[in-house]
């Protein structure tokens, strides 16, 4: 990467105090207009049901935007979020490079979670295709249809590794597992920034939230994270610097604290973690409003406080809260902040726009780029490909794959309403694009019945050969601000599973849902369940291919279904404890509920079936080299995710039952055997011991290897 430090010292020198300030505001348009409420009032007026979802988007749709152009023009604004097509970009860019003093481009930031106009998978639903290098390709295909709108900067990836099944954000990362996150935002920030940032269909990735905001307790959004540094090391940082190392070029610092420091104005995090250990120079961006919310957290008197606090522990932008603008120029000038601080906060965010490109082409796209990009043929077919390899089958009797000549009955509105298929955070398309299971089969001509409530079904039930209930979660059950008490199903779907039990017919349940969902009920009486989670654009048919057999499903759980809420938190990795959950009375369990998950991380079913021998481990020079034979015993073929961990016997510090190390998606003909291998580096086998120190320990390790985390065969090496 280029170094532009002279010509970033160069303009620092010629701005002024308020220009450099200038630099640090992020802000958002204003609604005005159409209503008399603001933006925030109205989402509330969504959310608690004063108005629908539909009279939110109309209104949304008619209220004129404010873009704070005086301020622009004066050279107050850095940045902008949320500002998504082409024509709006390079009009405010235009202010900013021919009306301003010095002509700085802005950086137009958005939330480019999974697809842009092409709404791939919900990231949860996306990790459990367990492959990176379809996780660069989505991110690739986003980045492309993001920038053609104008945007510069995509605040993505996730990798808040959560194993609370109750936190709705749970949707936007790669599930439970630290490594897996990590892969996964890796895979990402490649994909977003290609191989060079300055070309025009190259955004930023920022990396979020740091660190450990899915770690809340109680799985309440926003709360608390008290944990020991060891296991924030362990658990939740792998996953963030796996990004920084990928060479993600922003940060964006969580809302939660972590042992009663926030984020936000965390230095230990903003600094000594990120810059000095490992090494970032990037930019830091603040959450929404979330220097702010200091205020609210106990920390700071007022916004003027946190806005010191904020700089002085690291945070370079200020997203939303005006906290910066407000009050940095007095800051400084009172000797608060010194001049050193703003300026390197100042350089940090110039790098980023220099790597961009942007000093050299403010308009990275217009009107004509954006209207070819968007929805390309090979982009829906990526879009079908990365569902159909997100869906998880998850229970089958031998219903499916469907008999071409079964009548179908499909039932619930989640079969047909087009706007729940992009799931949460997908803000750059309406839905209008998507396929519905039922649009997929009008088009394939598959015939069918239909109903979406289940209500007066008698007729249909009688005449199909197969029942398909389409339930589970619409997609704002999940993502920010929607956690649940309760992970069970709804009373209507269970009431309606009921009615249609009745009939005696097979009945294939397919699931849309944007967390694990506690099931137990739903696994002993359905003949099929199909995890579907949130799948984007092409779902339908994602869902056909997958019903009727044209595709094997080879989609692997990434997170834990539980029995029950109560069980939350529940992963594969946790500690034995000194009584480990058993028969007898005195052992860590829950009375009314069994110990293990209905389905533990890793699962995954598909149509044919493998078997595992040969489990071999041998010791190299600075590495276990373990590998094991998978012979695909079905008539079908098929990939399937092989999957190693790893287990620390005897340790200074408890470790877990088991650890993921490594996988591998291994395609198979049927009756075909192949050896798997995997190389695990020694100095992944270590851990922090009681003092911070990273060990690698001599002593006994166990090796597990298969198809989930449950079943696997073992063996034991000694290091
Ligand atoms: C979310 C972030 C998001 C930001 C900007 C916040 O509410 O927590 O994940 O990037 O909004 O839209």
Redesign the pocket.
């Known amino acids: 990467m280029k170094d532009y430090d002279e010509r970033i010292k160069e303009l620092l020198g010629k701005m002024t105090l308020e220009e450099k300030v200038g630099q640090l505001q992020q802000c958002g348009p204003s609604l005005v207009g159409a209503f008399v409420v603001s933006f925030e009032e109205l989402l509330n007026m969504m959310f608690d049901g004063r108005i629908s979802q539909e009279e939110f988007g109309r209104l949304m749709g008619t209220a004129e935007q404010d873009f704070h152009e005086e301020d622009l023009r004066a050279g107050r604004i850095g940045s902008y979020?949320?500002v998504g097509d082409a024509e709006t970009v390079n009009r405010l860019q235009k202010i900013a490079v021919e009306e301003t003093r010095l002509g700085i481009p802005l950086l137009f930031g958005y939330?480019v979670i999974h697809g842009f106009k092409t709404v791939t998978p919900i990231p949860l639903a996306e990790s459990c295709a367990w492959e990176p290098d379809l996780w660069e390709r989505t991110g690739r295909m986003a980045a492309d249809e993001a920038t053609a709108a104008g945007v510069h900067m995509t605040?993505a990836p996730?990798v808040d590794a959560a194993k609370d099944a109750r936190w709705g954000r749970v949707s936007e990362g790669a599930g439970e597992d630290a490594l897996l996150n990590g892969l996964y935002g890796a895979a990402k920030v490649k994909g977003f920034q290609g191989e060079d940032l300055s070309r025009k269909d190259s955004m930023a990735a920022c990396v979020?939230?740091f660190a450990a905001y899915g770690a809340g307790e109680a799985g309440r959004d926003y709360n608390r994270v008290d944990m020991s540094e060891q296991r924030l090391y362990e658990e939740y940082l792998p996953a963030y610097k796996a990004c920084i190392d990928a060479g993600a070029r922003a940060v964006?610092p969580a809302?939660n604290d972590i042992n009663g420091v926030p984020c936000s104005v965390s230095r230990k995090l903003l600094r000594d973690i990120l810059r000095e250990d490992w090494g970032f120079d990037g930019m830091t961006v603040s959450?929404?409003n979330a220097i702010a919310e200091c205020v609210d957290h106990g920390i700071a008197e007022d916004k003027r406080d946190a806005a010191k606090q904020a700089i002085l522990a690291g945070m370079d932008m200020d997203?939303s809260s005006n906290s910066y603008i407000e009050n940095m120029k007095e800051l400084v000038e009172s000797g608060e902040v010194p001049m050193d601080v703003l300026d390197e906060a100042v350089a940090n965010i110039l790098r980023v726009k220099f790597e961009l490109g942007l000093f050299d082409d403010p308009y990275r796209t217009d009107s004509q780029r954006e209207s070819q990009t968007m929805g390309k043929p090979e982009y829906r077919a990526l879009g079908r490909e990365a569902a159909q390899k997100s869906m998880v089958l998850l229970k089958n009797d031998g219903v499916l794959p469907l008999a071409k000549e079964k009548k179908i009955g499909i039932i619930g509105e989640l079969a047909s309403d087009r706007g729940e298929m992009t799931g949460a955070w997908a803000i750059g398309a309406n839905g209008d694009d998507c396929i519905s299971l039922t649009d997929a089969c009008d088009a394939r001509g598959i015939p069918y019945t239909y109903s979406k409530d289940g209500k007066n079904i008698l007729k249909m039930a009688i005449e199909s050969d197969v029942l398909i209930a389409v339930i589970g979660e619409r997609k704002d059950e999940s993502g920010?601000a929607a956690s649940r008490a309760s992970i069970t199903l709804k009373p209507e779907d269970e009431e309606l599973l009921k009615g249609l039990h009745t009939f005696g017919k097979p009945v294939v349940v397919i699931l849309f849902n944007g967390r694990p969902l506690a099931i137990p009920q739903l696994n002993e009486t359905a003949s099929a369940i199909l995890e579907a989670w949130h799948p984007g654009v092409e779902a339908g048919n994602a869902l056909l291919d997958i019903l009727y057999g044209e595709v094997n499903p080879s989609g692997k759980l990434t997170t834990t279904f539980p029995y029950t809420t109560g069980q939350c938190p529940m992963y594969y990795a946790h500690i034995n404890t000194g009584r480990p959950g058993g028969r007898s009375k005195f052992t860590s369990k829950y009375l009314d509920t069994p110990l293990e998950p209905v389905y533990p991380f890793g699962y995954g079913l598909s149509y044919t079936s493998y078997e595992y021998s040969g489990l071999k481990v041998e010791k190299t020079e600075k590495a276990f080299r373990i590998s094991a034979e998978v012979k695909n015993t079905g008539d079908r073929a098929g990939d399937e995710i092989v999957q190693c961990y790893v287990q620390d016997v005897v340790a200074k510090r408890v470790r877990p039952v088991k650890e993921l190390k490594d996988f591998a998606k291994v395609s198979l003909e049927p009756g075909e055997e192949k050896e798997v291998v995997f190389e695990i580096p020694f100095e992944k086998l270590g851990y922090y011991d009681r003092e911070m120190n990273y060990v690698v320990e001599p002593g006994l390790f166990r090796f597990y290897v298969g198809g989930n985390s449950r079943d696997t065969l073992m063996a034991e090496s000694v290091l």
Do not use: P, T
């Open positions: 979020n949320g939330d605040f996730m979020k939230h964006m809302f959450d929404s997203m920010e």
